[in-house]
């Protein structure tokens, strides 16, 4: 959620920020009314209780005037169910606000992100085969089995492929040794609450898997249990910073015939998380380091990539800015997204009611979400890394974690 008093003080800042994301439609004087109409309701409802509260006093031994206090009660409880309505109306329209933009957002669809590191591709010219060919050679995944079992976009991990995930999950646990991470494993099923505070409803409805006969619906990423942990509470002490480990699932709506083949935009997937609460002025400095633990991790792993500020049509309506690292896919000459990273600003505290205190204020602390490590890295880790028999040279960083071996290689 915005600030409202922010809106209200100045509409037209917003509306800029709405255009740069190509949301004029939006519709903000809607918010701004219902805004209005709660604030007088809520002057109207304070002086009739003030009014009240003497008359009754005074009205003790005075049937007219206990008539009249009676009157002014009804009043009062009418003029409460009002107030209730309206604030429920404002919330309602407020929810469908986005966040507002930083400057440096550039405008456009996400041909128009700004790349800010270059990668430094591998010299020469050969063949490289896609990821998914490539780990059906090793036998490390399945797909075929993993349709008999759930349809299109799931994949069976096997053997390596594990080791492989087990490998990963220690190797970026070990890079951000020391920056006071706590290791957290969230429920995948998650309760409505969760969805609206961290900003997916009502924007991605879509995105989620419900259960049905339940209020529970599948978590697709761990930032929005990890939010709604410490929703409605006073955070003590700041920064708080987690790693949320946990499967993740998505409908993946909207993305037919977009990079579905083997470990890519599918149904479910594992995901280490970086989610941190943080004061507002820490949170420039948090996400750079975030940021930097991303890369250090796809260095490690070999895999060349770039990073990018993404642009106004690739932020998600929480977020306020981003950056993405996106790695070279050799197989097909392109790069893809592998981590994201978002400052989304108090947009998720406001929405989950979370406070802390700062030099004696009551304030809403900012939130940040950066992917660490997930299962489209072993992707790219395979594809870069692949070598002309079909084997795969395994990372230096990441010997130590698969009993010192050099090389995968093809199953049979």
């Known amino acids: ?88 109306e404002l919330t309602t329209r407020a929810s469908w606000l986005p966040n507002y933009l930083d400057d440096r957002v550039p405008a456009g669809d996400e041909t128009h992100n700004s790349v800010i590191r270059a990668a430094n591709l591998p010299a020469g010219e050969r063949s490289y085969r896609p990821h998914d060919e490539i780990a059906h050679g090793l036998g490390i995944l399945d797909t075929e089995r993993a349709a008999k079992l759930s349809g299109s976009r799931f994949y069976v991990l096997k053997g390596d492929g594990v080791r492989l995930r087990l490998a990963m999950f220690q190797l970026f646990l070990d890079l951000v040794s020391g920056q006071d991470f706590e290791l957290v494993s969230p429920p995948v099923l998650a309760k409505k609450f ?37 929703g409605d509470e006073v955070m003590d002490q700041l920064p708080v910073k987690y790693l949320g480990d946990s499967m993740c699932f998505r409908t993946e709506a909207g993305s037919h015939g977009r990079d579905v083949r083997g470990m890519l935009r599918v149904h479910q997937f594992y995901k280490l998380e970086q989610f941190l609460f943080c004061a507002p002025d820490e949170a420039e400095a948090l996400h750079l380091q975030t940021l930097d633990n991303e890369v250090a ?11 990018v500020i993404c642009s106004s049509g690739d932020v998600a309506a929480p977020g306020y800015f981003k950056y993405d690292v996106e790695a070279w896919f050799p197989s097909t000459g392109t790069f893809r997204e592998l981590t994201s990273n978002t400052n989304l600003t ?42 002309d028999d079909g084997s795969v040279a395994v990372p230096e960083a990441l010997r130590p974690y698969l009993g010192g071996r050099e090389v995968l290689r093809p199953a049979g």
């Open 1 to 88: 959620m915005i600030d409202l008093k922010k809106l209200a003080a100045d509409p037209d800042s917003y509306r800029r920020s709405l255009a740069k994301r190509g949301a004029e439609s939006v519709d903000v004087d809607g918010v701004l009314k219902a805004q209005q109409l709660v604030t007088q309701l809520t002057q109207e409802f304070e002086q009739l209780r003030v009014q009240s509260k003497e008359l009754t006093k005074r009205a003790a031994r005075d049937e007219a005037l206990r008539a009249e206090a009676r009157e002014l009660r009804d009043q009062q409880t009418e003029l409460e169910g009002r107030l209730r309505q309206a604030r429920e």
């Open 194 to 230: 969760s969805f609206f505070a961290s900003g997916y409803l009502p924007f991605a409805q879509s995105d989620n898997f419900g259960i049905a006969d339940s209020e529970l619906s599948l978590t697709g990423t761990s930032e929005q249990t990890l939010l709604a942990m410490h």
């Open 297 to 307: 991790f796809i260095e490690a792993l070999n895999v060349p990539s770039q990073t």
């Open 346 to 387: 108090d947009y998720q505290t406001r929405r989950a009611g979370i406070r802390t205190r700062i030099e004696g204020k009551m304030v809403h602390p900012y939130t940040i979400s950066a992917t660490g490590f997930s299962d489209r890295h072993i992707a790219a880790m395979l594809e870069n890394n692949q070598l």
